[in-house]
């Protein structure tokens, strides 16, 4: 929904642009306002200077302070804000360009605020306001680092708000902690309620340890346990409710969604399995080595392992023109051109991007499937061609359209599905041959300028190789000879 927004304005911001630029040349001078070439982007500053405004606003209608009082608590909120963007961009460089997930944190902190600001109004006990709603999406959503950013804001706002309450601002504060540990580990949507009970037990500890330390009396505090309680199921139920519109609107992918996504139920995966059974067991077998290598270089081993079941799903459209699906001795491009067979072969990619757009797929998915053969060369078709004397102009029709992998999920998959496919044509594989095999491919694609667009240095390809290597030496394992067994051999 994000990027349709942003789609909409991008086309006349970039009209308005291209229009400067030809009347600034006309006029003889070169204007260039480089913000307007690549993208348009929100930084993550004007979203803090609205959560900024939004916790003044909030607390200029609650709080009763003296002019100086006004003044200490916008220096105050304004250091607080300046240090968390700070830290942020420190620690979190991937974040700032997430525009998405700059405006997805704003949103929910804002949320919460006006919440509190409302339920403070209307007189309802500060126990229940459920904070910890900001850390379980933020955290599912986005990242556990954010999210704790997040919530120390949300928790000192809280605690100015509710006269400046240290007791408030600890309550707050704990509780997301609690929520952030446990939503980290959320496998599925119903883990969310999980993390409702340990926001109550938490929450019941701290009030009852709070009403002995402040001496509370004692027909204050059986109520206040009990709102605390509530609190905890107010944020489970809160999160529960958002996080599907959430992930839609900002286009966020959880790993939940992803774990969806990898049931063998899924419409689409099952379309692969009956229509191109070939193409499945080779997308279980590609999902096995991504997810593997993703685990050694800081890569989404869940998002590689979706994305790779996924990746071939183009082929349902011609099954039997790819070489995993036929069973005949006759290859259905036999009677065909090399150039119409490129075709073919080319156009899974365009196939997959449309089903997963027509199964609703999300766009990291898709991203995936669109990226995991760059812009490599059909390279059988395409010495085929050579040898029945093409001339250069025909050598485009044998490269995939692009783009070349973007992220290291989309690489380690180009590079899982590329070994896969040439494992199944080892036939007595040694150590030594899947060694070779494997280097030799990461090589010809790295040369190929296949991983130019993507964060990988030569030691993570070196640890994506050996990975793969392991993984293929358990499959072969009872044919692959070790070097050790070689040299025992040899003696
Ligand atoms: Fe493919
Ligand atoms: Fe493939």
């Given at each position: 929904m994000i990027n349709f927004i942003k789609k909409v304005i991008k086309k006349p911001v970039k009209k308005i642009f291209e229009w400067t630029e030809k009347t600034s040349a006309a006029a003889g001078y070169k204007l260039t306002p480089k913000i307007f070439k690549k993208d348009i982007y929100i930084p993550i500053e004007i979203i803090a200077v609205f959560i900024?405004?939004?916790?003044?606003?909030t607390l200029s209608f609650d709080l009763d302070l003296p002019l100086s009082g006004v003044f200490g608590l916008i220096i105050f909120l304004a250091i607080i804000m300046f240090f968390s963007v700070i830290y942020i961009k420190r620690t979190h460089k991937e974040f700032i360009s997430d525009d998405e997930g700059v405006m997805l944190t704003g949103f929910v902190i804002i949320f919460i605020v006006f919440l509190s600001g409302a339920l403070k109004i209307y007189g309802i006990p500060v126990w229940t306001v459920p904070t910890s709603v900001a850390s379980i999406l933020i955290t599912?959503?986005?990242?556990?680092?954010?999210?704790?950013?997040?919530?120390?804001i949300v928790s000192i706002f809280l605690g100015i708000l509710f006269d400046f309450s240290i007791s408030i601002f600890l309550f707050s504060f704990i509780g997301n902690l609690v929520s952030i540990y446990f939503s980290a580990r959320v496998k599925n949507r119903h883990d969310i309620v999980k993390i409702?009970?340990?926001?109550?037990?938490i929450n019941i500890i701290f009030v009852g340890a709070f009403s002995f330390i402040e001496d509370w009396e004692s027909d204050i505090i059986l109520p206040s346990v009990l709102w605390s309680a509530a609190n905890g199921i107010f944020s489970a139920m809160l999160a529960s409710a958002f996080l599907p519109y959430l992930e839609k609107f900002f286009s966020k992918t959880t790993s939940i969604r992803l774990l969806e996504l990898s049931d063998f139920n899924q419409p689409l995966l099952k379309?692969?399995?009956?229509?191109?059974?070939?193409?499945f067991h080779h997308a279980l077998m590609v999902a096995s080595l991504a997810e593997t290598a993703a685990e050694d270089i800081d890569a989404n081993p869940l998002l590689c392992r979706v994305g790779a079941y996924y990746h071939d799903i183009g082929k349902i459209a011609a099954p039997e023109y790819f070489i995993e699906n036929q069973s005949a001795v006759l290859s259905k491009h036999e009677d065909l051109k090399s150039q119409m067979s490129s075709f073919i072969v080319i156009s899974h990619v365009k196939e997959g991007v449309r089903l997963a757009r027509e199964y609703g797929l999300d766009k990291i998915v898709i991203d995936v499937i669109q990226q995991h053969h760059g812009t490599s060369l059909v390279h059988y078709f395409y010495m085929k061609a050579i040898e029945s004397g093409m001339n250069?102009?025909?050598?485009?029709?044998?490269?995939y359209p692009g783009?070349?992998?973007k992220t290291k999920e989309s690489a380690i998959v180009m590079l899982a599905d590329s070994v896969e496919a040439a494992s199944r044509t080892l036939e007595e594989p040694s150590y030594t041959h899947l060694q070779e095999m494997v280097y030799k491919i990461i090589n010809n694609k790295f040369i190929d300028d296949q991983l130019t667009e993507v964060e990988l240095t030569l030691a993570d390809l070196d640890k994506i190789a050996k990975k793969f290597i392991s993984v293929l030496a358990g499959i072969f394992h009872s044919r692959v000879e070790y070097p050790e067994e070689n040299k025992e051999e040899n003696k």
């Open positions: 900024y405004i939004s916790l003044l606003m599912l959503l986005i990242s556990p680092v954010v999210a704790g950013v997040a919530s120390l409702g009970y340990y926001v109550i037990l379309r692969l399995k009956f229509e191109a059974p070939g193409s250069d102009t025909e050598k485009s029709v044998y490269r783009p070349r992998p």
